[in-house]
């Protein structure tokens, strides 16, 4: 069921889609073959991100030289390899790789996938792929159209005779690419192409081009089409003069050229406008939605009139200048949803400027959010949003630039973890909590933030907390107990009763928040995928392990913390919670300040969400207005059964059983499908 205010949306881009196709070479470009790998990464966030690295590189030099290819991350490494067929245009070859970018993402969390169109080739792998010509996933594609029963023969000895000269010549070229075309009558052309990634050898083109050959010539003629798609080359035969147009459009046939450009530029700008309406109308529905449950007119209004006075609304071109056109020295960070780049304006003002793929069904949703939330909440301890962009195939985001990017950073880098002294980590710790009471409580609507990680905690030049990232954030009116909505964040830091009912609450934020608190204080990362690792330990889970009687409370840090945060509860138990102290903090702080740290973390992850502290209320203990905090129950302890995929892109299926006390969760075996947080 379509949201509402998504179908105007769809209508107007739908639309635009029609005028694209009002020029046949300007419209989506057709896909072939789309190939996804039967393994899939243990790591699925890890993979994502690294795999938008890589795809973000080959963007960076596709679209100018034809060719590119990529690796980013270690452990998970993602491989890429682009490569337009040459006959296309600069304009057209980023036009196609556009489409197989958004594509191609489909396949996750395979560990690689290829995906063939009419014009480019894209491929990821977490192995290195740039030598491969033949491979298992090799095909072949035999065209419908029939060839008039009397010109079979010469056209099968005409086209086999193109195709065996084709190949030849194409291996020998330093692209590897040749086209011709043989006339079989006066009325029957065949044209043909072959075309090698410039990746491979002289030697495995030749073994590429003639498997393709071999296969489309010997199984396919006397059909009036047929192309070949190996790992590392793509051949075709039509009797449509496939290649022509673009061939001159790159060429150079002048004034032709200048018409199709004109054409894109002018069918890119509609879509721009149309898309930008289309959010507008989204935006408008969604608050008429929002004014009918809480009958509150005029407060709507305010909202979209301050959207309107804000200025939100940036150029695109301004941006793509800022940031000097997203050039990899500007990249702040990387989610899976697109990449922060620094950019600086005109005035000279530094921003931070979200870059978003238009290439996920959430997009929409999590647009909107970022959007509308974020505009309507101001807070010291919460990112501002200085504006927005929308046009093509992406859309911007634009925050206030802090120069320390984000806790984690700093949190789990043994190097830089020393600039958090303990009075930087309690700063943040309250600055966090009290952005989060804000959101809850102060502001003009009540918002579940959904994602509270480290690395959605920015710190500014100071060190001081800004929350940021609020694409999954959901607000609600103040008559209703919990929203039921389908589970996304983080695994690791999700609430047990939103994964076992998927029914959310305020609650759930103070859940993150008390395994951020826990983090900060022990200086170790929560597990924040099961996946990460091979026993999907995670940090209310794993089990006591080493001694815990040690003569010197700070000594054996291998022993006592090596098994990760589950030992606070028991450590909590022995009243031994000072071992987990971060060694970093020794001395910097008294046991009575780290041991009020450890309660407040322990109080806000108990398994029961009645039992969890309000963020007005943590704020209020961690500033010494309560005196004597409550002792806190036993969190809950997830085991791990195992990991697998669900059937819909990214999304991820664990079997998990709950245990501990848990009053809410009947059931021991339950089965999650849940959207990774970025």
Known sequence: MLPSGLLPLLLLLGFAASLISGDSDNTSPAIFLSVCGKNQTRDAEGFDVNFVESMEKIFQNISTSGF????????????????CFSYLSPVNCQLCYSQSRVKLPLCLPSTSARIYLDGCFLEY????VDADSVDASDAYACGNATIDEQLRPAFSNSTAELMGNLTARAESRADYYQVGSVEVSPDLTAYGMAQCWRSLNATGCKECLEKGRANIVGKCLPAGGAMAMNAGCFLRYSTEPFYANESSSAGGSGGDSSGK??????????????????MAVLWWSRKSAYRR??????????????????HLSFKYEDLVKATDNFHQNNKLGQGGYGAVYKG???????????????????WVDQFFNEVTLINQVQHKNLVKLLGCSVEGSESLLVYEFLSNTSLDHYLFDSFKKTALT???????????????AYLHNASDVRIIHRDIKASNILLDEKFRAKISDFGLARYFADDQSHLSTGLAGTFGYMAPEYIVHGQLTEKADVYSYGVVVLEIVTGRKNQT?????AEGHSLMQQQMEGTMCQKNPYSSR??????SFAQVWQHYNSETLIRLLDPDLQGKCTDEEALKLFRVGLLCVQASPTLRPAMWKVVAMLMGAEKDLPAPTQPPFLNNRGGQRSGNGSEMSNSLSVSSKFPEASVNDISVSMFNGR
């Open 261 to 278: 450009l004109t054409v894109i530029i002018a069918v890119t700008t509609v879509l721009g406008v149309l898309v930008a309406i289309g």
């Open 529 to 533: 995928s099961i996946s990460a690792s």
């Open 422 to 436: 303990w009075e930087r980590r309690f700063d943040i710790i309250v600055g966090t909590a009290e952005g989060l």
């Open 558 to 563: 291998s022993n006592e913390i090596s098994s």
């Open 68 to 83: 590119a290819t990529s690796s980013s991350g270690d452990n998970p490494t993602v491989y890429g390899l682009g490569q």
């Open 293 to 310: 449950r809480n009958h509150d007119d005029g407060e709507n209004s305010e909202i979209i009139r301050s959207i309107v006075k804000s």
């Open 344 to 362: 600086i304006l005109p005035d000279g003002t530094e921003v931070a400027v979200k870059r978003l793929f238009f290439n996920t069904r959430n």
């Open 125 to 128: 792998s977490d192995r290195n």
